[in-house]
């Protein structure tokens, strides 16, 4: 492992607990952002502080702890991943629709159906950890993830799925692109029409929650493709050689984790204003300052009659 480090893992826990907490303030405060993506950028925060908690919980637990404790602790670790390619794959559709279908999509991503989904999500990384440690599994006396031994069959549907999560961002990503150039076109010859002006809309809406899903695909496939690597060998050396990668690019998610609330300030203009009002806490008059700004500002996204009914 990369962080068996107490000190380290302990101050990359705290970090991350400080931060995430500090954007789920953020983010609930910014009633005025897309219900939609409001609910998706909250649950990818949650995924990021139950990260940051398993970290500080990993560094006060016993090495040689029992079994019991130890899978309980990689059913958390299995729900903060499982729900953070879910939630990205959601965003990914959720923006395919509403360039899809612009005057339908209130209908079909509403609030209630969003919270469903996020819910579903969580009891999928719930169950998905009894689904890929069913399959010979082993008991080691030390509890790090990477001596759990997993079956063959097991480990290759366990990064088979994530690759195909991975596989569906980067397709509708592409798709996405080729319509906001099709789109681009058509507005030379019918700017004023009510379907082209919500998909000018959503187009500025793409493009800042690319620079989300972008940065965590970025991030998590070099782990993914070197798992699959080692599930799909059978050159037990060779795949024994690429542990340490695999492990090493494993940290990558983590840092993925300390990017997030960072990208939703940078991109989200009233989470940006959001984020300076809670900075300046012991400054009145800068306070004032971005308080005003933020009202005088016009929403990063236009909110309709179905979402203003729904929030209230």
């Known amino acids: 492992m990369v962080m068996q480090n107490d000190s380290v893992t302990i101050t990359l826990g705290v970090l991350l607990v400080i931060i995430n907490i500090f954007a789920l303030g953020v983010l609930a405060s910014c009633q005025k952002m897309m219900v939609q993506i409001r609910l998706m950028a909250i649950n990818l925060s949650c995924t990021d502080l139950l990260a940051g908690v398993l970290l500080i919980a990993d560094t006060f637990l016993p090495v040689n702890i029992s079994l019991i404790s130890c899978r ?12 953070s390619y879910c939630t990205t794959t959601v965003l990914s559709v959720d923006r395919y629709i509403s360039m899809t279908f612009p005057l339908r999509y209130h209908a079909l991503m509403n609030k209630t159906r969003i919270n469903v989904i996020m819910g579903l999500a969580w009891g999928v990384g719930f169950i998905f950890h009894f689904v890929r440690f069913a399959d010979e599994f ?3 006396t030390v509890c790090i993830p990477h001596l759990y031994h997993q079956g063959k069959f097991a480990r290759k549907i366990d990064v088979t799925l994530f690759a195909a999560s991975i596989l569906i961002n980067v397709i509708l990503n592409i798709v996405i692109f080729r319509k906001i150039i099709k789109i681009s076109r058509v507005s030379r010859t019918n700017p004023l029409d009510q379907n082209f002006r919500n998909s000018m809309e959503n187009i500025r809406i793409f493009i800042r929650v690319l ?42 998610c983590v840092l993925n984790s300390f990017i997030n609330p960072f990208l939703y300030a940078w991109r989200f203009r009233e989470c940006r204003y959001q984020f300076l009002i809670a900075l300046c806490y012991c400054s009145k008059e800068r306070r004032e300052h971005y308080k005003s700004k933020k009202k005088k500002s016009y929403v990063t996204y236009v909110i309709s009659s179905r979402d203003v009914a729904e929030e209230s």
């Open 72 to 83: 309980t602790l990689l059913v958390f670790w299995d729900m903060a991943v499982v729900v």
């Open 138 to 140: 082993e008991k080691y």
């Open 211 to 252: 620079v989300i899903t972008g940065t965590f695909l970025f991030l998590y496939t070099p782990v993914v493709i070197l798992s699959m690597i080692i599930s799909y060998s059978n050159d037990k050396k060779f795949a024994l050689s690429l542990t340490s990668w695999a492990s090493l690019a494993g940290s990558l």
